[in-house]
C-alpha cells in the first residue's frame, strides 16, 4: 500500500523528516518497506529559471537559428542558440542553465553543457514546454508572465509538487490503516507515546447542503444482511473533464491514473477516508430506482472491462429497475459508468458484507482496491461522512448540484464490542509490567474508549474501525505495539524443558533420508499443494478435493498426486535451462473417500537430465531407471528396511515402473514419467519419478529390528556367469533361482552387465552375474565352489533354458 507523505501531513502536521516517520510507523507494525520520490515534472525543474531575451539575432552560420542575449539573473548575460520560431527580443522565457538535467518522453536523463553551435558559443537552452515536462507542446518555446523576474526558478512559478511515498506492507488484519487517514491516526497515537502531542485533522463536512430537490432516485435493499448500510445522493448539472493539478498528483503520488473529475474523487476519497464509493451516470439508471439484491445464476453481466461474466446466485448487485448494472463492492458495469457525456450522478457509499464481497471476488477472478477494502473490513459508521466528503469535492470541482437528500438505509446498528482487560492478563503475555497509567493512556490514543476501572482491570468498548479486535488478547497487542516491542527488556534467565522423543519420530525419519539425498546431489523443494484441475486424469479428478472459493483456476483443487506439483517445478527449471535436476519433496496427497476425505504423506523424488555436471575427469551419463532404482534401494537400506518385494508397476502416469512391497503394502513406485504427462506441462526431456509410501514406511521402521554380526573370518568367493538367456527372462528370475537352488552359502548375487545385439542370436541376450559365496566356519574348497555353480548352472538350464556364452 502506498502512502504519500504530504497527503499524510493534510491529517497530522508533523516536520518530521520520512526516515525518522517511517521507522516510527514500522515499531507500529506497519511496516515500511521502502520510501520513494514522487515529482509532478520530473527532475523538479531544477536548474530552470526565468530568463528574458535581451536581444535576439539572425545567427550568422544558420538561416533556421537564433542568436540571443538573455538576462538570467547573473551579472553577464548568457549568450544561447536558440531555434524555436517563436523566440524574440523582450520576451520572459524559461531557460535551463548549464549542469541542469532534462528527461526526454521516454524518461532519459540529458544534461545541459556549454558548446558551440554552427561556430556560435551557447551557454544553456531557451525551452520548450514538452521540454522540461509541462506539457506535449514543441511548436515553440515557452513565453512566461512579462512581470516575472529574471532569475526566478520556475519551480516556484509552476507550484511543481515534491513529495515522498511510503511503501506500507500491510498485514491483513489491519484494515482500519487502508488509508492516509488510518495511517495518520496510528501515527498519532505512536507520537502521543513519545510525548509529542499532535492534533488529528479531519475534513469537514459542515458546509454540505442540498441545494435542489430536483433529482430523486429510489433505493431498495433486498437483503440488509449481504448490504448492512447503503448510502447514496444525486449530483446534478456537473461537467466532467480533467481533474485539477492538485487532485491528479496526489493519485499520481500513489500509483494511480487520473481517469476523469468524478472517477478521480471516488479514488481520492477512497485512500483518503478508506471508504469505497462508486459513481452511477444517473440518466443510466432505469425507473429512477436502484435495487441492491442478488439475481438468478447464470445471469449474464459485462463489467467495465469488457468482459461478459456469469453470475453466481450469491454475488450482490446494484440494479436498476431493469438491469444490473454493477457487482456490488468489486468492479462496475461497462454501460453504467461515468463519461464525458455524463451530467448526473447517483454517488454510492455503502457497506458490504466482507464475506460475501471476498467470495464474489474470487469466484470472477477480480481484485479491485474496493473489493481490497470491503473483503476485509471497513468502518460501517464512516459510510456517510465519506459521501458527503466526496459530494463536496464533486461539486466544488464539477460545478454540480447535491440535488437530492442522502438516502442511508441502516437497519440494524451493530453493538458496540465490549472487551473486560485484565492487568494479569497484560503481565502474564508481554512478561514485563507496563505502567497503568500508559496503558490507559495507549487505550485512549487508540480511541478504545475505557468505561470503568477496577482493580483487576479495565472495561473497553471498541471502535466499530477496529474490526480485528474482538478479544482481551488482541487489546494487549495493541498496546503493546504502541508502547514498542523494542521497549520490552529481555530475561537474564531462559527457562526450558527438554523433551523426550522417540527415534521413529517423523521429523527424525525425514532428517536421515533428506540428509542421505542431499549426500546424493538432490535438493529439497516444496511446492502447492493446490494445483489445476487441468493437471488431473480423469480418474483422479473424480477422487480431487476441490476449493469453494479458489484463489484462481490454476489453484482449484488440491493435489491427488506429488507428480503434478513436482512437474510443475521441473518444467519451471527446464525453461530456465536447468535442466539436470535432482530434487525431492516430503508432503501429502488429499483425496474424496467413501467415507469423506483422506489425507497422505509422501516423499516423492524428481530426476531428468544427466547424473553429474561435465567434467573433463569423466564422461557425461543421463539418469536412466537404473539410476532412479539404485537411489530408492539406498534409502531402503539407509533405513533397514529389508526383504522387499518386487513388481511390475502399471500406472497411468508412468510408462515403465516397478514398486517394493512389504507385507502385501506398497512401500514405493518409481519409473520414467510417461510422455502423455509429460506434455501436460510442456516437458520435452525425460524424467524419472519416484513415489513412496511414507505413512507405511514410518510404520515399517518402528517395526523393524536391527541386527548385528561379526565381519567373518574366513574369506568370501565370487564367480560369474555369462548366460544367454530369451529377451523375456527378467534378472529377478535368475536372481530368485539362484537363492531357491543354493540357501546357505551364497550370500550375493549382482548383475554387473547386459548385452544385446551383434553376434547373438535373434530374441537372445546375455546377462554376466556374479554369485559371492562364503562359509562362517572353514575355507571353501574349489570341489565345493564348483559343485555349487554346477547346481546353478543345471537349474538356469532346466528352468530358463540357459546356455553360457
Known amino acids: 500500500m502506498k502512502i504519500s507523505y504530504n497527503w499524510l501531513k493534510q491529517f497530522l502536521n508533523i516536520d518530521w523528516d520520512s526516515q525518522k516517520t517511517g521507522e516510527l510507523l514500522t515499531d507500529l507494525g506497519l511496516e515500511v518497506e521502502g520510501i520513494s520520490k514522487f515529482e509532478s515534472v520530473k527532475g523538479s525543474l531544477k536548474g530552470i529559471v526565468v530568463g528574458h531575451v535581451i536581444t535576439c539575432e539572425q545567427h550568422p552560420n544558420a538561416d533556421r537559428l537564433k542568436l540571443t542575449t538573455v538576462d538570467v539573473g547573473q551579472e553577464t548575460p548568457l549568450q544561447i542558440v536558440c531555434g524555436a520560431p517563436n523566440v524574440a527580443a523582450g520576451q520572459k522565457v524559461p531557460v535551463a542553465t548549464i549542469g541542469t538535467t532534462l528527461y526526454t518522453k521516454e524518461g532519459e536523463a540529458w544534461v545541459i553543457k556549454k558548446g558551440k553551435i554552427r561556430g556560435e558559443e551557447s551557454q544553456g537552452m531557451i525551452c520548450a514546454e514538452d521540454e522540461i515536462g509541462l506539457g506535449s507542446s514543441h511548436a515553440g518555446i515557452m513565453i ?75 433505493v431498495e435493499v433486498k437483503d440488509s444482511h449481504l448490504a448492512p448500510r447503503y448510502c447514496g445522493v444525486t449530483i446534478s448539472n456537473i461537467i466532467v473533464q480533467d481533474s485539477p493539478d492538485w487532485l491528479k498528483n496526489r493519485l499520481k503520488a500513489i500509483g494511480l491514473s487520473p481517469i476523469n473529475n468524478v472517477v478521480d474523487v471516488t479514488n481520492y476519497v477512497l485512500h483518503d477516508l478508506g471508504q469505497p464509493l462508486h459513481a452511477f451516470d444517473a440518466s443510466k439508471i432505469k425507473g429512477n430506482k436502484i435495487e441492491v439484491k442478488t439475481l438468478a445464476a447464470g445471469t449474464k453481466f459485462k463489467t467495465l472491462d469488457g468482459v461478459e461474466r456469469e453470475l453466481h446466485a450469491e454475488d450482490l448487485m446494484i440494479c436498476d429497475s431493469e438491469k444490473p448494472m454493477c457487482i456490488a463492492g468489486v468492479f462496475g458495469g461497462l454501460n453504467s459508468g461515468v463519461t464525458e457525456n455524463t451530467s448526473s450522478i447517483f ?73 473486560f482487560l485484565t492487568f494479569d492478563k497484560i503481565y502474564n503475555l508481554i512478561g514485563q509490567e507496563i505502567p497503568r497509567d500508559t496503558i490507559k493512556s495507549i487505550l485512549s490514543s487508540l480511541e478504545i474508549r475505557i468505561n470503568n476501572v477496577t482493580e483487576s482491570g479495565l472495561g473497553l468498548t471498541i471502535p466499530t474501525y477496529r474490526v480485528d479486535v474482538t478479544r482481551e488478547v488482541d ?331
Open 144 to 218: 512566461l508572465n512579462e512581470e516575472l523576474k529574471p532569475g526566478t526558478p520556475c519551480s516556484k512559478i509552476f507550484d511543481v509538487v515534491d513529495d515522498e511515498v511510503f511503501e506500507i506492507g500491510l498485514t491483513p488484519n489491519r484494515a482500519d490503516a487502508m488509508s492516509h487517514f488510518g495511517v495518520a491516526r496510528d501515527l498519532k497515537a505512536g507520537l502521543e507515546q513519545k510525548e509529542i502531542q499532535k492534533e488529528l485533522v479531519t475534513p469537514s463536512t459542515s458546509n454540505f447542503s442540498i441545494d435542489n430537490r430536483s433529482l430523486k432516485i429510489d
Open 347 to 419: 454517488l454510492e457509499s455503502a457497506y458490504f458484507d466482507p464475506i460475501a464481497i471476498r467470495k464474489t471476488a474470487k469466484r470472477h477472478g477480480l481484485n479491485t482496491d474496493a473489493s481490497f477494502r470491503f473483503e476485509r473490513g471497513i468502518d460501517i459508521n464512516m459510510a456517510e461522512y465519506a459521501l458527503k466528503r466526496a459530494a463536496l469535492l464533486i461539486r466544488e470541482i464539477t460545478g454540480g448540484y447535491i440535488s437530492s437528500e442522502i438516502v442511508d438505509l441502516y437497519p440494524k446498528k451493530p453493538q458496540d464490542r465490549q472487551v
Open 475 to 805: 487489546v494487549i497487542e495493541e498496546i503493546l505495539r504502541v508502547y514498542g516491542y523494542n521497549n520490552i527488556d529481555f530475561k537474564e534467565k531462559l527457562n526450558a524443558s527438554i523433551a523426550t522423543t522417540s527415534r521413529f519420530e517423523n521429523h527424525r525419519i525425514q532428517d536421515i533420508v533428506g540428509n542421505t539425498l542431499a549426500a546424493k546431489g538432490f535438493y529439497e523443494i516444496m511446492t502447492n499443494s493446490l494445483v489445476s484441475v487441468d493437471t488431473l486424469s480423469s480418474e483422479d479428478e473424480n477422487l480431487a478435493v476441490k476449493m469453494l472459493n479458489p484463489l484462481s483456476s490454476d489453484l482449484s483443487v488440491m493435489r491427488t498426486s506429488m507428480l503434478s506439483s513436482g512437474l510443475q517445478t521441473v518444467g519451471y527449471n527446464h525453461n530456465r535451462q536447468k535442466n539436470d535436476l535432482k530434487l525431492f519433496e516430503f508432503g501429502k496427497t488429499y483425496s474424496k473417500t467413501a467415507d469423506g476425505h483422506e489425507e497422505k504423506r509422501h516423499l516423492a523424488l524428481y530426476v531428468s537430465g544427466e547424473r553429474k555436471q561435465d567434467s573433463w575427469t569423466t564422461a557425461s551419463k543421463n539418469t536412466d531407471f537404473f539410476y532412479i532404482k539404485g537411489i530408492v534401494e539406498t534409502i531402503f537400506e539407509r533405513l533397514g528396511i529389508k526383504d522387499l518385494g518386487v513388481q511390475p508397476q502399471h500406472l497411468d502416469h508412468l510408462s515403465e515402473g516397478l514398486s517394493l512391497v512389504k507385507n502385501n503394502i506398497t512401500l514405493a513406485s518409481f519409473g520414467l514419467v510417461s510422455k502423455k504427462e509429460l506434455k501436460k506441462f510442456d516437458l520435452k526431456q525425460e524424467v524419472f519419478f519416484a513415489d513412496f509410501n511414507w505413512d507405511a514406511i514410518l510404520e515399517s521402521v518402528s517395526t523393524q529390528n536391527v541386527t548385528f554380526r561379526e565381519i567373518p573370518k574366513f574369506p568370501e568367493v565370487t564367480r560369474d556367469f555369462a548366460l544367454l538367456l530369451d529377451d523375456s527372462v527378467s534378472f529377478q528370475k535368475v536372481y530368485d533361482i539362484a537363492w531357491k537352488t543354493e540357501k546357505s552359502l551364497l550370500k550375493k548375487v549382482n548383475l554387473f552387465d547386459v548385452y544385446t545385439g551383434k553376434n547373438l542370436p535373434e530374441g537372445k541376450k546375455s546377462y554376466a552375474v556374479s554369485f559371492t559365496l562364503l562359509d562362517e566356519d572353514k575355507t571353501l574348497t574349489d570341489k565345493q565352489i564348483d559343485k555349487i555353480m554346477g547346481k546353478l548352472l543345471a537349474q538356469y538350464q532346466k528352468e530358463l533354458g540357459a546356455e553360457l556364452r
